[in-house]
């Protein structure tokens, strides 16, 4: 047997991983490549969360957005950390990066528009996070990571029972019941595609292989169907998406994927899309990317400045 032969069967065997000693080249890298999504996509969930926590409809809620924001700048720190041990350059990774090179997920590129979609937003967003991790905490090889998401795994099931909260108290009025449903309206179709592609259009996963991961795309996608859907059938939101008996498994009832219009914010479900042109308009990145991006990387630059001003 060859070295990756080798790792594969130790890691199908139950060897844990420990440091990049370890590891080999594919391994390596599909591990940087799992935690720089993850880091990204926790630090790139706060300017969102930070166009509206302001907005909270009392102290109580305010200051529990404000713990979830300071879980999330916490767990990117965890996934840096440990870029950092892979030997990553993280300075260069955080404040040296082009804003469309970053790699969280699309939706994280709109700004909010009321208290009701950060709801809307730990609700459905957080449960992906929660799902994607739990997966990884379970299945994962690499030793460091799982042992850090014991602490974020706790968290993330914080945060969507937040989420929760917001919405279930919002549908108990009118006018903040037709807030939940048109967030939910946007955001439903942007939860799955935090899962990725199709299986059918994946040739091989090294995060599967080196067991970075437990479950596919399409079982994670319908993990999260299988919690998402009853809670929002509970609490009297409408989604595109039922149980189907026959099948014994999660329906879409829609399109998906499917054409997006950005600027309104709205699925056009009438316009079927491939994932290729999915991933295309992840590409070209959302409205608030670069307002984003720069919001995280603006202190480094502010203190360069005040170095430079101080050598001179």
Not at 259 to 266: C, P, R, S, T, Y
Request: proline fraction near 4%; aromatic fraction near 12%; hydrophobic fraction near 40%.
């Amino acid at each position: 047997m060859n070295q990756t032969e080798v790792l594969l069967d130790k890691i199908r065997n139950g060897f844990v991983l420990e440091c990049k000693e370890d590891m080999n080249e594919e391994y390596l890298r599909a591990l940087k490549q799992t935690l720089t999504i993850v880091g990204d996509t926790e630090l790139l969930s706060v300017p969102p969360l930070l166009t509206v926590y302001n907005q909270a409809p009392n102290l109580n809620y305010k200051i529990t957005a404000l713990a979830v924001i300071q879980d999330e700048i916490g767990h990117a720190h965890i996934a840096y950390r440990l870029l950092e041990d892979l030997g990553e350059a993280v300075e260069e990774l955080l404040y040296k990066r082009a804003a469309n090179r970053w790699k969280n997920p699309y939706a994280f590129d709109f700004k909010l528009d009321n208290w009701i979609e950060l709801g809307v937003f730990n609700g459905l967003f957080d449960r992906a996070g929660y799902t994607l991790l739990g997966d990884a905490f379970e299945h994962t090889s690499y030793g460091p990571w799982k042992r850090a998401l014991m602490k974020v795994d706790k968290e993330e099931l914080f945060h969507l029972r937040n989420g929760e909260i917001i919405m279930k108290a919002g549908m108990k009025n009118p006018e903040t019941a037709k807030e939940v449903q048109e967030a939910v309206d946007w955001m439903f179709l942007m939860g799955l595609e935090f899962f990725g592609v199709a299986d059918n259009l994946k040739s091989r996963s090294a995060q599967l292989d080196y067991k970075l991961k437990g479950k596919t795309n399409d079982q994670l996608r319908q993990k999260w169907l299988s919690t998402a859907v009853p809670f929002c059938e509970s609490i009297g939101v409408k989604v595109p998406a039922h149980y189907d008996e026959e099948q014994g498994k999660y329906v879409i009832d829609v399109p998906f994927p499917c054409k997006f219009d950005v600027e309104n914010k709205k699925w056009l479900t009438d316009q079927p899309d491939t994932w290729e042109g999915v991933i295309e308009r992840f590409k070209k990145r959302g409205p608030q990317n670069q307002e984003f991006v720069t919001r995280i990387q603006k202190g480094f630059f502010e203190m360069e400045e005040l170095r430079a001003e101080e050598v001179s």
